[in-house]
């Protein structure tokens, strides 16, 4: 598939907190609205953003496989109704009887294109989610795009690149960051002083040539503001650390190269006694 070099606008959605598939669904359907009505082609939630983040300091409704499905039918209509593709982060029953975390990747015609699972979790949430164990890039008229979930985006940069190297011109990185009920809000995006995660960000754009888009919650003291960064590493929009908000941005998929990725070359890493 050749790169598609038209302007692309992208929404991040950064809903307030989310508790159960309700609550969820209700801002789902308010941030798709207002993206669409914004012109954007394609939004993205955050991490497991229905029904809701476990394992954190909120509780989060009881398990429902039935009412996870009817949330995609769900939001399958809505893109479907507002023509904008739609990236939804969900928790799902495996087989093994386990909860994947996964974000769904649906079309602007209301087909689910696939999903991409987390795969590298936090140590601590080996005792509420399973790992997955495939990677996957999607195609959205043209457009290619990766997406990495939290933790991979931060602490296995791997992930970006693979991705980046099958073409994604676009990384989405659906994520958790922070509390909504305490900590401190920081007020400088990218700071000198501030925690890892935003420079990261920058790192994943710049060391793969590509635009990486990083979602998070609207909590009210984030550690991590969503932001669209350019291949170059540069943060070309974000919002704050205080709240909810839609960030919508119209990047130059052109500009999205890939060139770094496509340079690594994995035969020259080979450990020294092998070669013996």
Partial sequence: MSAATEPFTVALAAPPLARSIAEGMHHVADYVARAAAAGAALVCFPEAYVPGMRGLDFEVEAHDPGGLSEALAQ????????????VLP???????????NLAWVIGPDGTVLGSQTKNQLDPGEDATYTP??????????GVRI?????HEGWRYPETVRWAAMRGAQLVLHPHFGG???????????GAADGPIYEKAMQC????????FASVNVGLRHSVSGSAVIAPDGLCVAHLGHDGPGLLVTTIDLAAATGGLARRYAPTRYRDAGDAA
């Fill in 204 to 211: 994943r754009a710049a060391e793969n040539t590509v635009w």
């Fill in 146 to 150: 990766g997406i990495v979930i939290c």
């Fill in 75 to 86: 939001a399958r209509a809505l893109a479907s109704a507002h023509r904008v593709a739609l």
């Fill in 90 to 100: 969900m928790e799902w029953p495996d087989a093994s009887g386990g909860l994947l």
């Fill in 179 to 189: 509390s909504d009920f305490s900590g401190e809000a920081l007020r400088e995006w």
């Fill in 132 to 141: 997955g164990d495939t990677r996957n890039v999607f195609d959205l008229d």
